[in-house]
């Protein structure tokens, strides 16, 4: 689409966009949220397709100040169709129906390939954007809260967690290596199904085998140094991911614990473990998030040491009409 609005062009990204559209991705984003270019590349390696559809828009010295995305998710593709979007409009030029334009074209697009509904973000902190989008026919489904620490700011009592008796703390590498790597996978993606079908709060649903393979444990992010497994005997019980966002920053991705080893102290030992390795590789803050509803987590989180950030508010607009053939 090419159109003209408010003095703001409106084109297909090119590949030299690339680092201005990190840019403006980061506008109005705490820090440690803030987009790497090297993190941003590796992002959309698991989340593009040719059918991504991305068009900026350029104001008349060329400054990229909008942003429409849609695409089918990558690895977190969903079997129904259902597609992922994104409108994002610099604080200078919005009010001017930017936003607007590349929303409806979106919509548009998304109707032509019958996908049944939208998926999308808003940031708790710009409550101007959630009222827009909820006007647009957008419903909240739930929140995520992130929260981060300074490794280097990590508490005596973090560094004196021990395991649970009976349990053993291995780095992803070791552990598949000890039982190799297939059936390794597929035993932490039992915990992984297992423990996401018990948390509270997050209505879509797990990876499958290959999808956590691909994304959590072998994706251009993931940190598998990072990563550790507790182990009973021979039995894992608990695994923490993590991924690495730029070379100071990792993501705890995911943490499960086996149902029976609740509440004895395994999420809390990977987690604290997990903290040491980080700050032995040269990480200087580590991020993780939760739903809102995960009380456990939250609390553990917080005895760790974590700062909360404003949440990040899931929506959803399901399309009900089609486009006309």
Same mark, same amino acid.
């Given at each position: 689409?090419?159109?003209?609005?408010?003095?703001?062009?409106? /084109?297909?990204?090119?590949?030299e966009?690339?680092?201005?559209?990190?840019?403006?991705?980061?506008?109005?984003?705490?820090?440690?949220?803030?987009?790497?270019?090297?993190?941003r590349?590796?992002?959309?390696?698991?989340?593009?397709?040719?059918?991504?559809?991305?068009?900026?828009?350029?104001?008349?010295d060329?400054?990229?100040?909008?942003?429409?995305?849609?695409?089918?998710?990558?690895s977190?593709?969903?079997?129904?169709?259902?597609?992922?979007?994104?409108?994002?409009?610099?604080?200078?030029? /919005?009010?001017?129906g930017?936003?607007?334009?590349?929303?409806?074209?979106?919509?548009?697009?998304?109707?032509?390939?019958?996908?049944?509904?939208?998926?999308?973000?808003?940031?708790?902190?710009?409550?101007?954007?959630?009222?827009?989008?909820?006007?647009?026919?957008?419903?909240?489904?739930?929140?995520?809260?992130?929260?981060?620490?300074?490794?280097?700011?990590?508490?005596?009592d973090?560094?004196?967690?021990?395991p649970?008796?009976?349990?053993?703390?291995?780095?992803?590498?070791?552990?598949?290596?000890?039982?190799g790597?297939d059936e390794?996978?597929?035993?932490?993606?039992?915990?992984?199904?297992?423990?996401?079908?018990?948390?509270?709060?997050?209505?879509?649903?797990?990876?499958s085998?290959?999808?956590?393979?691909?994304?959590?444990?072998?994706?251009?992010?993931?940190?598998?140094?990072?990563?550790?497994?507790?182990?009973?005997?021979?039995?894992?019980?608990?695994?923490?991911?993590?991924?690495?966002?730029?070379?100071?920053?990792?993501?705890?991705?995911?943490?499960?614990?086996?149902?029976?080893w /609740?509440?004895?102290?395994?999420?809390?030992?990977?987690?604290a473990?997990?903290?040491?390795?980080?700050?032995?590789?040269?990480?200087?803050?580590?991020?993780?998030?939760?739903?809102?509803?995960?009380?456990?987590?939250?609390?553990?989180?917080?005895?760790l040491?974590?700062?909360?950030?404003p949440?990040?508010?899931?929506?959803?607009?399901?399309?009900?009409?089609?486009?006309?053939?």
């Amino acid at each position: 689409m090419k159109a003209d609005i408010a003095g703001v062009r409106i /084109r297909r990204s090119r590949p030299e966009d690339f680092e201005a559209l990190v840019a403006l991705r980061n506008i109005g984003l705490h820090p440690v949220r803030q987009w790497t270019v090297e993190h941003r590349r590796q992002w959309e390696a698991t989340t593009r397709d040719p059918n991504t559809l991305l068009e900026i828009g350029e104001d008349s010295d060329g400054r990229l100040v909008a942003l429409g995305e849609l695409d089918a998710g990558g690895s977190f593709r969903q079997s129904d169709g259902t597609l992922f979007t994104n409108v994002r409009v610099a604080p200078s030029h /919005r009010h001017r129906g930017i936003g607007t334009l590349l929303a409806d074209r979106i919509e548009t697009v998304a109707r032509e390939r019958h996908a049944p509904r939208l998926l999308g973000t808003v940031p708790e902190s710009e409550p101007d954007a959630f009222a827009w989008v909820r006007r647009r026919g957008w419903q909240e489904r739930w929140r995520q809260y992130e929260s981060y620490i300074h490794i280097s700011d990590l508490m005596r009592d973090v560094l004196g967690v021990v395991p649970p008796r009976g349990v053993e703390i291995l780095d992803l590498p070791t552990y598949l290596a000890r039982v190799g790597r297939d059936e390794g996978i597929a035993q932490l993606h039992s915990i992984y199904q297992r423990s996401v079908t018990d948390t509270p709060g997050n209505p879509e649903p797990p990876f499958s085998l290959e999808g956590f393979r691909g994304q959590l444990i072998e994706g251009p992010l993931a940190a598998p140094d990072l990563s550790l497994v507790a182990l009973a005997g021979a039995r894992p019980v608990g695994i923490t991911i993590n991924f690495r966002r730029g070379p100071a920053r990792a993501h705890t991705a995911f943490t499960g614990t086996e149902r029976d080893w /609740r509440r004895r102290g395994v999420a809390r030992s990977l987690k604290a473990a997990a903290m040491l390795k980080a700050r032995d590789a040269g990480v200087r803050v580590m991020l993780t998030a939760n739903d809102g509803t995960n009380v456990p987590m939250l609390r553990l989180n917080q005895w760790l040491g974590y700062a909360p950030l404003p949440a990040i508010v899931h929506i959803e607009r399901v399309l009900t009409g089609r486009a006309k053939e």
